[in-house]
């Protein structure tokens, strides 16, 4: 139990275009997701939590407009990242959180995670 | 700020070795506790979650959680080269959501 996918694990783009990132339980509903980014031999950073059914909410720092969220069910969420630059470069993790089986414990199971490239 | 400390390692156990891993806290109202193993170029997988004083052990996994010191330990008995990897802590930091050590590399030799 407790599977996480996402799509796609790799991804390469142009400068300038956008990406969409998804992000589903598999086996659970998930209320909450939480998105994280990931560069190399760095810890991950949360980028922002994810709420079914309301606007997500981004930790300081992250760009709300260039990191558009949508949680539209209990097991979809998706990350488009808009514009993208070279920068953006990045391992875009997520993860979700199985209240059901869980409760309020805040176990957290992570997708596969989408490496990726601007040029 | 709330924190979570690791030593970045890396720790260098031979096999058939007691891997111990350790992380510290900074805050007191964290309730939850997770180890997380990361394998280069993977995600995170959930290994350990620990929510009470004491010791839980899970095959060859103990977690150890000492919340008055604001402690939680990770040993990994008869540590095999497949345990090599950079493990997580982590501790709930309120509103659902985990603050994250920078993580411990373990290198389990033959």
């Known amino acids: 139990g407790a599977v996480v996918s996402q799509h796609p694990s790799w991804v390469i783009c142009k400068s300038g275009t956008s990406v969409k990132i998804e992000c589903r339980s598999l086996d659970f509903q998930a209320t909450t997701m939480f998105w994280y980014r990931q560069f190399p031999k760095q810890s991950l950073m949360l980028m922002a939590t994810s709420n079914e059914g309301s606007k997500a909410t981004y930790e300081q720092g992250v760009e709300k407009d260039k990191f558009l969220i949508n949680h539209a069910s209990l097991t979809l969420s998706t990350l488009t990242v808009t514009s993208a630059h070279p920068e953006d470069s990045s391992f875009y993790i997520c993860?979700?959180?199985?209240?059901?089986?869980?409760?309020?414990?805040?176990?957290?199971?992570f997708g596969p995670g989408t490496r990726l490239t601007v040029l | 700020q709330k924190e979570v400390e690791q030593n970045s390692g890396p720790l260098s156990v031979p096999e058939g070795a007691i891997a111990s891993l350790n992380c510290t806290y900074s805050d007191r109202g964290s309730q939850s506790f997770f180890w997380y193993r990361q394998y280069s170029g993977k995600s995170p997988e959930l290994i350990m979650s620990i929510y009470s004083n004491g010791d839980k052990e899970d095959g060859r996994f103990t977690a150890q959680l000492n919340k008055a010191s604001q402690y939680v330990s990770l040993l990994i008995r008869d540590s095999q080269p497949s345990d090599s990897a950079t493990y997580l802590c982590a501790a709930s930091g309120g509103y659902n959501k985990l603050i994250f050590g920078a993580g411990t590399r373990l290198a389990v030799h033959p």
């Open positions: 993860s979700a959180r199985d209240y059901g089986a869980s409760g309020a414990y805040n176990e957290q199971f």
